[in-house]
Nanobody, 115 residues
């Protein structure tokens, strides 16, 4: 059974930093691309960052230069380092993996950027 468990969200002031973690179980996450999404109420879920099995990365334009996705294959964990946070980054952040036609999501972790 595939499980993704996010952690690391919280309340942070504008300009601050947070690091989100996504611990995977039931799969060898290193052989799959792993994704971070975010969602605010009333809006579609947005793809924020992707890391491939070869460690190539891609980001939505709004977070380029501020967010960094990485993976620790030994720990079966993917991270999202978020720096220079802005109020518009406030959302629930979800970890995601696609295994062929199957798709798995974590439970989400709330990130709130506010003074």
């Amino acid at each position: 059974q595939v499980q993704l468990v996010e952690s690391g969200g919280g309340l942070v002031q504008p300009g601050g930093s947070l690091r989100l973690s996504c611990a995977a179980s039931g799969i060898i996450s290193s052989i799959y691309a792993m994704n971070w999404y975010r969602q605010v109420p009333g809006k579609q879920r947005e793809l924020v960052a992707v890391i491939t099995s070869g460690h190539s990365t891609n980001y939505v334009d709004s977070v380029k230069g501020r967010f960094t996705i990485s993976r620790d294959n030994a720990k079966n964990t993917v991270y999202l380092q978020m720096n220079s946070l802005k109020p518009e980054d406030t959302a629930v952040y979800y970890c995601n993996v696609r295994l062929g036609v199957l798709e798995f999501w974590g439970q989400g972790t709330q990130v709130t950027v506010s003074s």
